[in-house]
């Protein structure tokens, strides 16, 4: 047991600071002196944005990277749409302070993510940002539907050019439907050709398969050249819930592939952890958010090009144009902290969902990302016990079912799961939905026992 505790740790160490060792500071450009008002309350003027220089290119990457999938959202006439000024307030204000990396797909949003992301970022230069986009052909994978959704998402972002393109999520399906979504078809050879004509400047994959489906897309790196990689990288990943994480890491920086970070916050997750892990985090460093030790985590590693963050609040952007203005690089003291913490999260049975919404829609009706959203809440918030002694366990039944039929329409609540299995195959965190929703359901069932 001491000698596997042991090798945890070493591992956690080792993918997490290849390096602290020197990740290169330089201010991006372009992208002002920030102005954000410190913890304190003082204007604090004294950083620029972190980059990192992008190998193939020599372009100036903000390490911070703006996740367009979760734009703020407005109510008309009864539906939700994108709140497309308040976009577009947010998109000004991370060039003017340095982030010039935004992450959309055709299928964010509804589809509407690229067109929004578009209006906010048109009224910029166009050498002051580089835009990342994906090939999302999960359906519908023919050659013809394929280069429609690639020069569909051309015209949806008002550009002649792509820096950034990814083929999405691979992983899922393992190796067959990988050549079957990009081979077969000869959709990878078409990628290249626009990548040898300019139109497309960088070409890589975002991934959320296993060890052999990564080994192989490794193996066709001498004959494809996959200028950049996007991968999931977190604190908990790393030592818990995805070892494989680091590997991917070591992998990619072995080959001088840059890495882009997704989740580095797990959905928002390592910013809503339980009290006593909050107060953990912040006991050592007092004037920091909890969010950034996450955010510090992913953009230590020298070989990260950019960390993406889904920020739909002007607080959430401020906070991380701080931890980034400039990075700070963890160092060894407290990568064994984070080690220790993540040790402590571990203990508690929250679902691995990022809210990224692949799962849905539900043919049944489900609001599956809500329901696993707002059990997370209450187990974060110590709002989940079986021990019917226990003297809080009244007001935290009361509190569980109050907030979830607040959070979820009664209709599109767990109890209508009928284990269909649809949604598994998408969830990029092999999370087995039917059965998590079946374990909540029970425990909203005993809740309403002697009411």
């Not at 100036?60 to 996740?67: A, E, P």
């Not at 959704?149 to 002649?160: G, I, P, Q, V």
């Amino acid at each position: 047991m001491d000698m596997k505790r042991h090798i945890d740790r070493r591992d956690f160490l080792k993918t997490s600071a290849t390096a602290a060792a020197a990740a290169t500071v330089a201010a991006c450009a372009p992208g002002k002196v920030r102005e954000l008002l410190s913890d304190d309350g003082s204007r604090d003027d004294s950083g620029e944005m972190t980059c990192r220089t992008d190998p193939r290119t020599g372009a100036k990457v903000s390490l911070l990277g703006y996740g367009c999938m979760r734009w703020p959202m407005t109510e008309e006439d009864g539906k939700s749409e994108i709140d497309q000024e308040k976009v577009n307030e947010l998109v000004d204000y991370a060039i003017e302070h340095g982030v010039n990396y935004f992450d959309t797909a055709p299928v964010y949003i509804q589809g509407k993510s690229e067109s929004a992301t578009a209006e906010a970022l048109s009224r910029h230069p166009r050498e002051s940002y580089y835009i990342a986009t994906k090939l999302s052909n999960f359906s519908n994978y023919t050659r013809e539907n394929s280069i429609l959704m690639y020069r569909k998402s051309l015209e949806n972002l008002r550009t002649d050019h792509i820096d950034y393109y990814l083929l999405h999520a691979i992983g899922n399906g393992g190796i067959d439907l990988y050549k079957k979504r990009f081979v077969d078809n000869g959709m990878i050879d078409f990628l290249m050709k626009e990548r040898e004509e300019g139109r497309i400047r960088h070409l890589g994959f975002s991934f959320h398969g296993n060890k052999e489906t990564f080994d192989y897309l490794m193996e066709q790196h001498e004959a494809i050249h996959w200028d950049f990689v996007q991968i999931q990288y977190n604190w908990v990943d790393a030592k818990h819930a995805n070892p494989t994480a680091g590997y991917l890491y070591d992998e990619l920086a072995k080959r001088e592939i840059p890495s882009v970070i997704m989740e580095p916050l797990l959905g928002g997750r390592l910013s809503k952890v339980p009290e006593h892990i909050a107060t953990r985090l912040k006991e050592k460093a007092p004037s920091s958010s909890v969010a950034s030790w996450a955010f510090r985590f992913a953009g230590t590693p020298e070989k990260v090009l950019t960390v993406l963050s889904g920020m739909t609040y002007m607080e959430h952007l401020e906070d991380n144009i701080r931890t980034y203005s400039p990075l700070k690089p963890l160092d060894d003291g407290e990568i064994k902290y984070l080690s220790e913490t993540s040790d402590l999260l571990k203990k508690y049975p929250t679902v691995p969902c990022n809210d990224c919404k692949y799962c849905m829609p539900c043919p049944y009706g489900l609001d599956i990302p809500a329901i696993l959203l707002h059990y997370n809440k209450c187990v974060n918030e110590g709002l989940v016990s079986a021990d019917t002694s226990d003297p809080a366990y009244r007001k935290a039944r009361r509190a569980y079912l109050i907030g979830y039929n607040r959070a979820v329409p009664r209709e599109r609540q767990a109890e209508r799961c009928i284990n269909c299995n649809e949604c598994v195959s998408h969830c990029p965190q092999k999370i087995r939905i039917p059965h998590e929703l079946s374990k909540i359901n029970n425990y909203i069932e005993e809740l309403k026992k002697g009411l």
